[in-house]
């Protein structure tokens, strides 16, 4: 195992989407003593997309699947219903050491930016697929599939298509933020305990 002892860092570009996920929905991905934190039958869950050139197990990619948000006293954080990284290391220190639903996966580029976009997925992206096509020519799109054998891997057919937004080359981009992501991991059959909150630091 490459990872030492936390804290680790890990640099490299990322997206978080924000959703409302039904409540219901929700709850099947979350144990059951945990209280989901919801309004008018919904959470807030969301999509977490990473490229890092740089991490403890060197460049990879990663794709989280947020089912909603939990409360654990004295805070709420989010919960990973899925984990994917086409990093075996990665997955095997999601599991092992930080009680997450890892899986090892592979990203498909589809299509890539064009005219006046710029890639947010990078030029390090797999050419445009035969056929393919967007219906947003300045968008991405990144198909992501599971294969992890023996965790419910599904050949040929992709657990999710993302698009995602195009970046413009020129004018303002926005002010430089930086975020802190708490997230909440365990209840897995490695660790079925609930672990202590994870957190993600963000900077751009």
């Not at 996920?21 to 003593?33: F, L, M, N, S, Y």
């Not at 413009?168 to 897995?188: D, I, K, N, Q």
Request: glycine share 10%.
């Amino acid at each position: 195992m490459v990872y030492a002892e936390a804290p680790w860092t890990f640099k490299g570009r990322a997206l978080y989407q924000l959703q409302l996920v039904k409540a219901d929905e929700a709850r099947k991905h979350i144990p059951a003593e945990l209280k989901l934190v919801e309004f008018c039958g919904y959470t807030l869950g969301g999509v977490y997309l990473a490229r890092y050139d740089d991490s403890p197990a060197g460049a990879f990619e990663e794709a989280v699947i947020m089912a909603g948000l939990v409360w654990n006293a004295p805070t709420s954080c989010a919960w990973a219903a899925r984990v994917f990284v086409n990093n075996k290391e990665a997955r095997d220190h999601g599991i092992k050491s930080v009680g997450l639903p890892s899986r090892l996966a592979s990203f498909q580029a589809l299509s890539q930016a064009a005219g006046s976009s710029k890639a947010w997925w990078g030029s390090s992206a797999a050419p445009a697929a035969a056929g393919s096509s967007s219906s947003n020519s300045g968008a991405e799109v990144v198909a992501l599939h599971n294969v992890d054998r023996g965790r419910r891997a599904l050949p040929g057919r992709p657990v999710a298509v993302l698009q995602l937004p195009a970046v413009a080359r020129t004018g303002f981009l926005g002010p430089r933020l930086r975020l802190s992501l708490p997230s909440f991991s365990g209840g897995t059959l490695e660790h079925p305990g609930l672990l202590q909150c994870v957190w993600r630091s963000l900077s751009g």
